[in-house]
């Protein structure tokens, strides 16, 4: 099992592990439910090292990133940052990532920890495609680099106190250097909670002193397990879970991540689906009878199989039980509304489709209603 | 360290039964419920269903877990613990008291007791 630069500096604080792409991460530290309100009240602090980097250099980068990547890296701005796709030509997903343009011929790609040498593979590809030659190089500093996420409403404030480090001044999607502490770092304005904060990009031994200076600036330490709660009630998709190498960023309702004024690979068989239409679309659930959706749960829609649950819990902000799941679209598209149910323990379960995200910036985005059937629910 | 008490008996799945007024309360021990982490889910079963001694009479899940609920006494289910219903919560911070989950009417109370596990060969059990 692998362990983060952190691992030694929280190990006895931890109050259970889980295994994760390889790496032994704190599942929690005190419980799931406290440290997600934590995160949604006040604000929290994750160990996200086990996140892979990579790094995309020299005069053709731009060039590879815009073909390996579903947004057009060649309009991004130094210091800005997308966040997108890595396709297969036939358009499902390799993984989705997080690119930042740290200088005009220097790339930062975030990969999720189990696609690191997917993720490779898939930027040589688009080298090759490029045709880039020598013009740019791939470097991967996963080990290197270690990932801190600070997230919740209270996050910058209390940061910007501790610190004296002005940091709020980093608009949303933007990364900038800073010195924290002494340190040098990279602060990005995002995030996978669905509340405001920031992701900061440190050297891995410098990860423990700024561990602990942000956990003395009132940071609650957070492990996966509220990382999980807390995506799935801002609906942000879970590699793995609601994307996969068979779902295409537009099944999973994600078309706005997709840039259409440049080439990339993939693009081709997003179009054709455009064309043709969706088979299956990712949709957010309520369950409305008493249960909990988990993954691979099938979904039916009147009487009829029609789909399955990726993600589900009981929503700790909301108190309702909220599930991801994909809907076939022939389901999607009945006229009159199909009732949907989960089969929980080979019980029919009922639930409503809703617009997603459950949850932004700590509360319901708007109340919970239930979306017309073949309606956008946007 | 999990609180084990000595007035009830326990079972290797880590429930635990009271004999009370000729029926018998079951929960979850206060070791299962850490291990689970904070509950978010109780189902139980509907009152008057009988059950075997084994047999699953319902289900805890905590946010990352899903984990039947056997009974080691066999019986009809006479009442359930419907505050659960609200707060399941009840489960992680009073296993033994109103984090309760059923109260079975026993058919064979003294021998399916026996075999249970007491308060030492459980601690024994979880390792305390």
Known sequence: MRHTPLFDRYRSQVARWTSFAGFEMPLYFQSILAEHHAVRQKWGLFDVSHMGEWIIDGEAAAQLVDVAFSRNATTMRTGSARYGFLLWPNGGTVDDAMVYRLQSDRFLLVANAANIAKDGEALRRAAEQAKVENGARLYDRSAEIALLAAQGPAAIPAIEQASGTEIGSIRPFRAAQRTLWGHTVLISRTGYTGEDGVEIFSKAEEAGPLWEKLLEAGAVPCGLGARDTLRLEAALPLYGHELTDTITPLEADLEKFIDWDHPFIGREALEEQRQVGLEKKRIGLVLTERGIAREGMKLYAAGEPAGWVTSGTQSPTLGQSIALAYLQCQALSEPTGAALAVEIRNRLVSAQRVSLPFVQRGRSPVPQRPTTQGGEGR | ?128
């Open chain 2, 1 to 128: 360290m999990s609180e084990v008490r000595d007035d009830r008996r326990y079972s290797k799945e880590h429930e635990w039964v009271v004999q009370e007024e000729g029926r018998v309360r079951l929960g979850i021990t206060d070791f299962a419920q850490n291990e689970l982490g904070d509950v978010i889910f109780v189902e139980l079963p509907e009152v008057g269903k009988g059950f075997h001694a084994g047999e699953a009479i319902g289900t805890v899940e905590s946010v990352k877990s899903v984990s039947d609920v056997y009974t080691p006494i066999s019986g009809r289910v006479v009442e359930k613990n419907e505050a659960l219903e609200q707060r399941p919560e009840l489960v992680n911070q009073d296993p033994y008291g109103e984090g309760w989950l059923v109260k079975i009417e026993p058919t064979d109370w003294d021998q399916e007791a026996n075999q249970l596990l007491d308060a030492a060969a459980y601690r024994a059990l979880i390792g305390e």
